[in-house]
Protein backbone atom coordinates (compact mmCIF):
# COMPACT_ATOMS: atom_id res chain seq x y z
CA UNK A 1 0.00 0.00 0.00
CA UNK A 2 1.61 2.98 -0.82
CA UNK A 3 2.11 5.98 1.86
CA UNK A 4 0.26 8.65 -0.33
CA UNK A 5 -2.80 6.18 -0.26
CA UNK A 6 -2.33 6.06 3.44
CA UNK A 7 -2.01 9.90 3.97
CA UNK A 8 -5.16 10.25 1.31
CA UNK A 9 -7.25 8.55 3.81
CA UNK A 10 -6.34 9.82 6.90
CA UNK A 11 -6.56 13.44 5.57
CA UNK A 12 -10.07 12.62 3.59
CA UNK A 13 -10.95 11.00 6.53
CA UNK A 14 -10.78 13.31 9.01
CA UNK A 15 -12.41 16.06 6.76
CA UNK A 16 -15.62 13.99 6.14
CA UNK A 17 -15.72 12.63 9.94
CA UNK A 18 -15.67 16.16 11.17
CA UNK A 19 -18.28 17.70 8.58
CA UNK A 20 -20.92 14.79 9.18
CA UNK A 21 -20.24 14.92 12.42
CA UNK A 22 -21.29 18.53 12.67
CA UNK A 23 -24.21 17.91 10.03
CA UNK A 24 -25.40 15.33 12.01
CA UNK A 25 -24.36 14.98 14.79
CA UNK A 26 -23.37 11.17 15.18
CA UNK A 27 -19.85 10.54 15.53
CA UNK A 28 -18.40 8.22 12.94
CA UNK A 29 -16.46 6.20 15.99
CA UNK A 30 -14.02 8.84 15.86
CA UNK A 31 -12.20 11.07 13.53
CA UNK A 32 -9.47 8.44 12.28
CA UNK A 33 -11.92 5.10 12.69
CA UNK A 34 -13.23 6.00 9.18
CA UNK A 35 -9.70 6.57 7.49
CA UNK A 36 -8.46 3.36 9.03
CA UNK A 37 -11.68 1.14 7.95
CA UNK A 38 -10.95 2.60 4.44
CA UNK A 39 -7.53 1.44 4.16
CA UNK A 40 -8.71 -1.98 5.27
CA UNK A 41 -11.62 -2.59 2.70
CA UNK A 42 -9.51 -4.92 0.75
CA UNK A 43 -8.24 -7.08 4.06
CA UNK A 44 -12.22 -8.30 5.10
CA UNK A 45 -10.19 -10.27 7.61
CA UNK A 46 -9.40 -7.05 9.31
CA UNK A 47 -11.84 -5.19 8.75
CA UNK A 48 -14.32 -7.37 10.48
CA UNK A 49 -12.18 -8.43 13.34
CA UNK A 50 -11.62 -4.74 14.05
CA UNK A 51 -15.24 -4.38 14.15
CA UNK A 52 -15.73 -7.39 16.35
CA UNK A 53 -13.11 -6.47 18.70
CA UNK A 54 -14.45 -3.31 19.22
CA UNK A 55 -18.05 -4.33 19.92
CA UNK A 56 -16.86 -7.11 22.21
CA UNK A 57 -14.57 -4.71 23.81
CA UNK A 58 -17.52 -2.40 24.23
CA UNK A 59 -19.91 -5.41 25.68
CA UNK A 60 -16.47 -7.11 28.40
CA UNK A 61 -16.15 -3.37 29.68
CA UNK A 62 -19.78 -2.09 29.95
CA UNK A 63 -21.12 -5.28 31.39
CA UNK A 64 -17.83 -6.90 32.66
CA UNK A 65 -15.38 -4.76 34.12
CA UNK A 66 -17.78 -1.40 35.13
CA UNK A 67 -19.62 -3.83 37.27
CA UNK A 68 -16.29 -4.55 39.49
CA UNK A 69 -14.84 -1.72 39.29
CA UNK A 70 -15.35 2.51 38.16
CA UNK A 71 -14.49 3.32 35.33
CA UNK A 72 -15.22 6.78 33.33
CA UNK A 73 -13.15 9.09 31.03
CA UNK A 74 -9.74 7.58 30.72
CA UNK A 75 -9.63 4.93 32.96
CA UNK A 76 -13.09 3.69 31.10
CA UNK A 77 -10.85 4.26 27.42
CA UNK A 78 -7.91 2.63 28.82
CA UNK A 79 -10.32 -0.17 29.56
CA UNK A 80 -11.34 -0.06 26.20
CA UNK A 81 -7.75 -0.37 24.54
CA UNK A 82 -6.57 -2.79 26.68
CA UNK A 83 -9.71 -5.33 26.49
CA UNK A 84 -9.16 -4.64 22.47
CA UNK A 85 -5.29 -5.24 22.64
CA UNK A 86 -6.14 -8.39 24.78
CA UNK A 87 -8.82 -9.67 21.90
CA UNK A 88 -6.10 -8.81 18.85
CA UNK A 89 -3.97 -10.80 21.04
CA UNK A 90 -6.05 -13.81 21.32
CA UNK A 91 -7.11 -13.79 17.85
CA UNK A 92 -4.14 -13.38 16.33
CA UNK A 93 -3.11 -16.51 18.36
CA UNK A 94 -5.69 -18.51 17.53
CA UNK A 95 -5.86 -17.65 14.05
CA UNK A 96 -1.57 -18.48 14.03
CA UNK A 97 0.05 -15.17 13.85
CA UNK A 98 -1.55 -13.86 10.66
CA UNK A 99 -1.69 -10.39 12.35
CA UNK A 100 2.24 -8.66 12.51
CA UNK A 101 2.42 -7.18 15.82
CA UNK A 102 4.76 -4.70 13.91
CA UNK A 103 2.81 -3.74 11.19
CA UNK A 104 1.58 -0.08 11.57
CA UNK A 105 -1.90 -0.83 10.42
CA UNK A 106 -2.44 -3.88 12.73
CA UNK A 107 -1.46 -1.36 16.10
CA UNK A 108 -3.65 1.04 14.34
CA UNK A 109 -6.37 -0.93 14.46
CA UNK A 110 -6.12 -2.05 18.16
CA UNK A 111 -6.64 2.17 19.14
CA UNK A 112 -9.36 1.59 16.20
CA UNK A 113 -11.31 -0.81 17.91
CA UNK A 114 -11.01 1.17 21.14
CA UNK A 115 -12.38 4.07 19.80
CA UNK A 116 -15.46 2.09 18.00
CA UNK A 117 -16.06 0.71 22.02
CA UNK A 118 -15.79 3.91 23.47
CA UNK A 119 -18.40 5.52 20.85
CA UNK A 120 -21.08 2.62 21.27
CA UNK A 121 -20.47 3.75 24.98
CA UNK A 122 -21.30 7.17 24.25
CA UNK A 123 -24.16 7.07 21.21
CA UNK A 124 -25.29 3.64 21.37
CA UNK A 125 -24.63 0.73 18.89
CA UNK A 126 -26.89 2.06 15.69
CA UNK A 127 -25.59 5.61 15.57
CA UNK A 128 -21.90 4.46 15.85
CA UNK A 129 -22.63 1.50 13.34
CA UNK A 130 -24.65 3.75 10.72
CA UNK A 131 -22.22 6.61 11.18
CA UNK A 132 -18.82 4.78 10.71
CA UNK A 133 -20.47 2.56 7.80
CA UNK A 134 -21.52 5.74 5.91
CA UNK A 135 -18.41 8.14 6.39
CA UNK A 136 -15.94 4.85 5.77
CA UNK A 137 -17.81 4.34 2.32
CA UNK A 138 -17.24 7.98 1.86
CA UNK A 139 -13.41 8.08 2.61
CA UNK A 140 -12.92 4.64 0.57
CA UNK A 141 -14.58 6.31 -2.29
CA UNK A 142 -12.88 9.37 -2.31
CA UNK A 143 -9.59 7.73 -2.24
CA UNK A 144 -10.31 5.56 -4.84
CA UNK A 145 -11.35 8.24 -6.58
CA UNK A 146 -8.42 10.67 -5.91
CA UNK A 147 -6.11 7.45 -6.36
CA UNK A 148 -7.63 7.33 -10.58
CA UNK A 149 -6.94 10.90 -11.11
Not at 98 to 126: C, E, H, M, W, Y
Request: aromatic share 12%; hydrophobic share 60%.
Amino acid sequence: MELSYVYTSIILGIFVSLIFTELTGISAGGIVVPAYLALTVNQPSVLISTLAIGLIAYVAVEFGLSRFMMLYGKRKFAAFVFVALILRIALNFALGGIFNALDALTSIGVITAALIASTVSKQGLPYTLIGTVVVTAIVYAGVEFIAMI
